[in-house]
């Protein structure tokens, strides 16, 4: 067992956090509340696709042999929309009036388009020179899937095509990921809600609604917000209360060496198991990391408003994602439009802005905050850029992984 107080780097602690996140199960829900979630079942198709030959111009609908024989004016048998059973051609001097997103006419195999066609009442005759192809405009049955071909695999993230897809599966319901329940816990003496009357010395609780905002743009919505002061006795009730009820807690605030930075020894108090405490990096370096006897994380961010967020972007969120058994995606990465000197050697956490080059690269500038408690500086950022340990200078065009906010 490796020394959970040892300081690690930044890939190990993201390997440590993903391998004690098991996920927190499946849940069905109706398909209006699926979009944005972990698919965890596979969908397959319910019919064929098109499940029958589907006319995909509005036009007539002949028997392409009728035309190679020289018929140009065909008799009109009937008209037919989307959504109506096929007619039949009664003979081979016969077309339909057909519509887009109808099923081909029993008998006829070929469509011609209405702009190449002349209507005269019930007859319809192709413009002279026009040549159709035998068989066109016709989508044939089956030819993008067959019935019980699968459509989407476990994993997947459910947006905009992923919903179109969902109803070709036929299903009202649909297996996703739980979310887990989540309280971001602000820990801190000084801290003032708005809303509340301010002690000159007292400061507005900015992280909580960060990580909440942060939390929810990724989908975790299940996620309350709560104040703890700096007091051992009451840090260890209300966590111990907390731990019984929620899937996850994040703490802010004192997990550094001050007198008043309780919560590591309150975390052990209750049994957790450390896993690490320290991380190689700047914003950022006291991030602690532990499991709960039940199994449950908790994370304990430190205070200054960047290294909380940026703690809370790099490690928490991607893992809490990946844990809902979504596949990985790459992080991007973008090139450095500014020059960044780093002396320690720590991975740097670089807040940046994101425009695009004439080529439509992303081109990140450099945003420095005065220290990491600066986070009015991060206002009009788009995230940060990883810069790794063991470099000090990242030239313009250095590429770099990207976490957005
Ligand atoms: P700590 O990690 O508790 O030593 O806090 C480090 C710094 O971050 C202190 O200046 C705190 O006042 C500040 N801080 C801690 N928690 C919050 C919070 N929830 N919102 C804003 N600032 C905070
Ligand atoms: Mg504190």
Redesign the pocket.
Known sequence: MADARRRIDVSEADALIRGRLAGWGTVRVPLDAAQGEVLREAITAERDQPPFDRVTMDGIAIRHGSFAAGLRTFTVAGTQGAGSPPLPLPDDRACVAIMTGAALPVGADTVVPVERIRRDGTSATIERGYEPSAGQFVHPRASDHRQGATLLTPGTVLGATEMAILTVGGSETVEVARRPAITVV???D??VDVGQPLAPTQ??????RAIAAALASRGFLDCDRLHLPDDRTLLGTALDELLAEQDVVIL?????M?EF?HVPRVLLALGMELVFHKVLQRPGM?LWFGVSPAGKPVFAL????VS?LVCLIRFVAPALVAALGARPRPVPVVRLAGHVRFEPDLTCFMPVTITYGADGECLATPKPTNTS?DFIALGGTDGFVELPRGLSDFAPGYTARFYAW
């Open positions: 602000s820990t801190g000084e801290l400061i507005r609780s900015s992280n909580d802010t605030g004192g997990v550094s001050g930075d006291p430190p205070g200054n408003p909380s408690g």
